[in-house]
């Protein structure tokens, strides 16, 4: 799947889970051999079904061990050293089905991530952003992203390449830590530059003091590029999906909402870049003057709150709640309707 495989290197299904991938979701459901290095993944459901793989699992704490899933074979230790051990055990199939389906799942799933990332949007499509930054970033840079929606298209649009660090809040649940992150890495690493992608309620939470500090440091910086992309769709995005898909509750107005703030105007007025995204049209020129500049920079992209982070497989129970979530009266019902419909039929649709 992903651990530290760089996106591009064969055989990388990606991540897994409610940001994963189809060929990790496929992989899971038909494999017959499970093997679990140093992790404690939570959602089970994403795992194969209770006896359809046989389990194998490594951790240095031996009360992970058959916490997610039952296995044959528990082994306490490290991960490398362990996984030594275990390299004369095995052998090559001759039988290259399985790995040659994959390889083809994987094909297939990335031009379905490059189509929805060119579906258009009100105003702006988020994942044509990271789309754009992927394309874009040098090999040796540090990535961060809150959770939230900013999370998905960080585990699903951007290329992890040979090279990259990668960061993001380990329980996919906190809020805030994308531009702290960026800003210790900047410290750790002053020689290379960091990227934060962070949404507009973590950025009003703790983001805007952040920026701050990194005003008050960045001159120390070997390299003073520090770019935070801050996703500004007036939402806390990733619970009014969750309350749709999860609970088949409407978006609660008074709850989601975040107050509009001049993002790129503030970094400007610390003495940073800031670059605003109102147009596809400006994503990429946004991205060159961020990477090109000799100074930290915000961009602040206005995209579309109703871009659906769709998981890899949809379970009935989801597509329940989701339907009852449009009958109970959801305010952007018929937006959220129609990027859906688009986002689905993405694939299918005749490529420029």
């Not at 996984?83 to 994987?106: G, T």
């Not at 973590?202 to 801050?230: F, H, T």
């Not at 959801?330 to 420029?352: C, M, N, W």
Request: hydrophobic share 40%; with cysteine.
């Amino acid at each position: 799947m992903h651990g530290d495989c760089p996106d591009d290197a064969p055989g990388v299904t990606g991540s897994i889970g409610l940001l994963g991938t189809r060929p990790s979701w496929e992989m899971m459901q038909k494999c017959d051999t499970l093997l679990m290095v140093g992790t404690t993944f939570p959602y089970v459901e994403f795992l194969p079904k209770q006896g359809q793989a046989r389990g194998v699992q490594i951790d240095i704490d031996g009360k992970n061990l058959s916490m997610r899933y039952p296995c044959e074979v528990n082994l306490i230790g490290d991960a490398k050293t362990t996984l030594q051990e275990l390299l004369p055990r095995l052998h090559r199939k001759v039988d290259r089905s399985f790995r040659e389906e994959l390889e083809r799942s994987i094909r297939d799933w990335k031009e379905t991530v490059e189509a929805r990332a060119q579906v258009p949007a009100n105003p702006v499509n988020p994942q044509r952003v990271f789309a754009e930054a992927s394309a874009r970033l040098p090999a040796d840079c540090i990535l961060t992203a809150d959770s939230g929606t900013s999370a998905s298209w960080f585990a699903l649009n951007l290329s992890i390449r040979e090279g990259m660090m990668a960061s993001l809040s380990g329980n996919l649940a906190t809020m805030g830590p994308g531009l702290p992150y960026a800003a210790a890495a900047k410290f750790a690493h002053p020689d290379r530059l960091a990227v934060a992608f962070v949404g507009d309620g973590a950025m009003q939470m703790n983001g805007i003091n952040q920026l701050i500090s990194i005003a008050e440091y960045w001159k120390e910086w070997r390299d003073p590029r520090l770019v935070v992309c801050v996703l500004d769709n007036g939402d806390l995005n990733m619970v009014t999906w969750e309350m749709r898909a999860m609970s088949g509750e409407p978006r609660f107005e008074a709850s989601q909402r975040v107050g509009a703030f001049p993002y790129a105007q503030y970094a400007m007025s610390l003495g940073l870049l800031g670059v605003t995204i109102e147009t596809p049209e400006e994503i990429g020129s946004a991205w060159d003057r961020a990477l090109a500049a000799d100074r930290p920079c915000l961009i602040q992209a206005k995209v579309d709150p109703e871009v659906p982070p769709l998981p890899p497989h949809i379970t009935f129970e989801q597509a329940k709640a989701f339907l009852s979530s449009v009958l109970k009266g959801d305010p952007e019902s018929g937006a959220f309707i129609r990027q859906t419909f688009r986002h689905t039929v993405a694939p299918y649709l005749p490529r420029k």
